[in-house]
C-alpha cells in the first residue's frame, strides 16, 4: 500500500488505488487543503499528492499505517507545538490511522503555507520589465 509503488496520473488515481477506509481519510485530508487554499493546483509530484500556489504547498501520502504529511520545514517549524502529539521531523508529519486526523490543524498549516508562498513570490509577480520601468538599456559593448 505504500505510496513510493504508485505511478498515477492525478490525485484522483491515487486515492482510488487504496482500501476504503484509507480513502475516507485521504479525501477528507485533500476537502481540507482544498477549502484552505482554494486557488491551489492539484498535482502529482514526487509520486504523491501535492498542492501548488507559487510553489509547491503541502504534499500528502498513504503509507501502512499512517498518512504522511509534507508541508516544509517551514509549516513542521511553525506548528511544532500543536504538532508534539504527532511523530514528525523537518518537513513532514505522521499520522496515525488508529488516530483521527487533525483537519483543523492540517488547514491551519496549510494556511500558514499559503500565505509564506504568496508572500515569498508575490513581489516577482509584481515586478515590471526593464523597458516598462523607464530603465535604461544596455548598449553593446564595443570590442
Not at 484509507?22 to 498535482?43: F, G, H, M, V, Y
Not at 486526523?101 to 494556511?111: K, Q, Y
Amino acid at each position: 500500500m505504500a505510496a513510493q509503488r504508485l505511478k498515477v496520473a492525478d490525485i484522483d488515481s491515487y486515492i482510488a488505488a487504496f482500501p476504503p477506509a484509507i480513502r475516507a481519510r485521504l479525501r477528507k485530508i485533500r476537502t481540507t487543503i482544498r477549502r484552505a487554499a482554494p486557488d491551489a493546483r492539484e498535482k502529482i509530484s514526487y509520486r504523491i499528492p501535492t498542492f501548488a500556489l507559487c510553489g509547491n504547498l503541502v504534499h500528502f501520502a498513504a503509507f501502512d499505517h499512517h498518512i504522511g504529511f509534507y508541508p516544509t520545514a517551514s509549516g513542521v517549524k511553525k506548528f511544532a507545538r500543536e504538532l508534539r502529539s504527532y511523530q514528525f521531523a523537518k518537513g513532514s508529519v505522521q499520522f496515525p490511522h488508529d488516530r483521527p486526523l487533525p483537519l483543523d490543524l492540517i488547514g491551519a498549516i496549510v494556511r500558514f503555507r499559503r500565505a509564506e508562498n504568496l508572500a515569498r513570490y508575490a513581489p516577482k509577480a509584481d515586478a515590471k520589465p526593464r523597458a516598462a520601468r523607464g530603465g535604461a538599456r544596455r548598449k553593446p559593448r564595443s570590442t
